[in-house]
């Protein structure tokens, strides 16, 4: 591979900020609301120009269910508040009002507590409610760096419509969903190593509806699966999501996917339509933080001390797991935290965290730490876990 020299240049810092949030997916979202509401100056910079990530640009709009399956809810404060916020104007499927109404337990254990909402009033509504918070956004803007100093980051450097710039910061919170601020400055990560199957979720208007075609759907842990399912995957597409070209392939094949599914049934007419396609890869799983403690599937029902949070498995009723906080920052640069999809998971407890109520949990963690500590390792647990609190928050399953 040939290399060129990038000659040396000056590069503005426009501002600094007690809380750099990094993506503004829904771990994004709840991490710079929290950080906000908790007092910090939060500045929330996102690459595309719509809030919400795979929840709204990528089409993926059903919000997983809050409950255990069991008619108890473990997912509450930002978690419960997001998914409210995202069926405020209505719904578009999966309405459950025996949770959203008054309903009584029996009923609550025949629906789970999830809904499916319409992403591009979801996506606007959470900018309002982040302004309203006093949280600063620029759209448009990649992080291509970070400089570090005493195993802290010191400076974001960003590159957006205006150039290259910087931000000074006292602490970072990587909700990119896949680690790329980790990577960047030096913590420690690990990949996927199964990656990710091609999805092709739609909307298509036929047959006097407005629907989501979900072409398409996320794979299972290869240590899940049977015999049978691991004979029929070798031939399986596989994508990592952290390569460019690699992506571009992954887009051009859901396209090409979608729109032989859509001429099925018809050519192009007014009653026949596709209405809108996934702006973003339909990535789920490429790179997370190695971090202070790895948490897996098998610690389910089981009392964390430093537990920030619950949820539940999307897949199944039954179990509920706590959320420890040493899972979300690692154990090289000090002011550095994770949210969403990057936190430090098994690859068979990744499936069950990469979700949005558990996004929002360890979102509204993440951006509760940041606004009172500059150093995630030595946070103090029980102020922390007091706020959670007061913000609604249930820490333990003997809570519930």
């Known amino acids: 591979m040939k290399y060129i020299k990038e000659p040396e240049k000056q590069i503005p810092v426009l501002s600094e900020y007690d809380t750099f949030v990094a993506g503004g997916g829904i771990a994004g979202i709840s991490a710079a609301l929290a950080a906000a509401r908790n007092g910090a100056k939060v500045l929330l910079a996102e690459r ?10 990528g089409l993926v709009t059903i919000y997983l269910p809050l409950c255990d399956g069991l008619g108890r809810q473990v997912s509450f ?25 008054n309903g009584t337990k029996d009923e609550r254990r025949k629906k789970r507590f ?3 909402f319409n992403p591009y009033v979801f996506g606007i509504e959470a900018e309002q409610l982040l302004r309203a918070n006093g949280v600063d956004l620029l759209y448009g803007t990649s992080v291509c760096g970070t400089i570090t100093e005493n195993s802290r980051i010191a400076y974001v450097i960003l590159e957006n419509k205006s150039g290259r710039n910087a931000v000074r910061v006292k602490n970072v919170i990587d909700a990119t969903g896949d680690a790329d601020i980790a990577m960047q400055s030096g913590e420690a990560t690990v990949l996927f190593k199964q990656g990710n199957v091609p999805a092709s979720w739609c909307y298509v208007t036929e047959n006097g509806k407005f629907e989501l075609k979900p072409i398409g759907f996320c794979d299972i842990p290869d240590s899940q699966k049977t015999k049978e399912q691991l004979k029929n995957d070798k031939a399986s597409m596989r994508f990592s999501g952290l390569d460019a070209s690699e992506l571009t392939r992954l887009m051009l094949y859901s396209h090409k996917t979608l729109l032989n599914e859509f001429l099925k049934s018809g050519g192009v007419s007014p009653e026949h339509t596709i209405s809108s396609v996934s702006a973003i890869p339909q990535i789920r799983m490429t790179r997370r933080i190695d971090g202070a403690y790895t948490q897996n599937d098998e610690k389910c029902h089981f009392e964390y001390a430093d537990s920030v949070g619950l949820f539940s498995d999307w897949r199944k009723p039954g179990p509920v797991y706590e959320l420890p906080f040493s899972a979300l920052y690692g154990k090289r640069i000090s002011n550095l935290i994770t949210a969403g999809r990057c936190i430090s998971v098994t690859e ?4 069950i965290t990469r979700v949005i109520p558990v996004c929002a949990v360890s979102g509204q963690a993440a951006g509760t730490a940041a606004a009172i500590t500059e150093s995630f390792a030595d946070v103090n647990i029980t102020k922390l876990q007091g706020l959670l609190r007061n913000a609604g928050v249930k820490l333990h399953e003997s809570e519930l």
Do not use: N
């Open 48 to 57: 595309e120009f719509l809030l919400g990530g795979l929840a709204t640009l």
């Open 348 to 351: 068979e407890m990744w499936d």
């Open 114 to 116: 999830e809904v499916q």
């Open 77 to 101: 404060g930002i978690a419960e508040e997001l998914l409210r916020l995202s069926v405020k104007h209505g719904y578009e499927g999966k309405y459950c009002p025996c949770w959203l109404e």
